[in-house]
């Protein structure tokens, strides 16, 4: 794209591992200013460091857990007191956990809303005016349970459709706005989280990870498992002027894993 996003500002959640990290590696390779931010300062030390050897401005980083309210005021402040705008919000933080119904109680349930939908929603509620201001872009990472549930990911599952209707939602109004909102459903990425739900996969099941995870591709029928680039280009694409007339729209990212219509 020949370093687009020079002089952009994009904000990207769960920016230290990951879909994340790719994405803002993806943005700053292309000029952009990146804000990220995570839960744990050491992960993010280290996603600044493969950010900056992209060339593109050094990334500012804020380190808070977004289940908090307070945490996610800290970063739009960090954001507004450093740069006074925001041309792109990339909610890609959350972790929910998955695992036998029976044994999710209330307290991983709050959990899992707290961190991927309500960050999301009071992110981009705190973003939205300056969003506004830029004719910006929200994309959502969401993810495929959002349209097809598993009995083993309900809280996932859950999570991920309340996103998913969320940022339908939000599009009606940045229509009228000038903000254009998107939503991501990735498949099976190969992330440290995805490791992570592997392991507990098998567990439930009693078998080794490698199983889950052959299992896995068998169920589905795709070729590979997706990398967290080829997430990160498609949030690229959306953010660019090539990417202006898409809007409330979900995009699976997952091989053709999705059943049904779209």
Known sequence: MGR???HKVVVVTGGSRGIGRAIAASFAREGAQTVLAASSPQHLREAAEIVDKTGGPSALTSAGDLKQIEKCEALFELVSSHFGRCDALVNCAGATKAGNFLDLYDEEWHDGFALKFFAAVRLSRLFWPMLKTAKG?????????ARTPDPSFLI????NAALANFSKGLAGLGKRDGVNVNAIHPGLTETERFFELMDARAK???ISREEALKRSIEKTGIRRIAKPEDIAELVLF??????AHITGTAIAV????TPGYY
């Open 4 to 6: 687009a996003f020079e």
């Open 137 to 145: 872009n929200i994309v959502n990472i969401v993810g495929g349970a």
């Open 156 to 159: 996932g599952g859950a999570v």
């Open 204 to 206: 439930i099941s009693n």
């Open 238 to 243: 959306l953010c660019s002027p090539q990417g």
């Open 254 to 257: 997952d091989g053709g894993a």
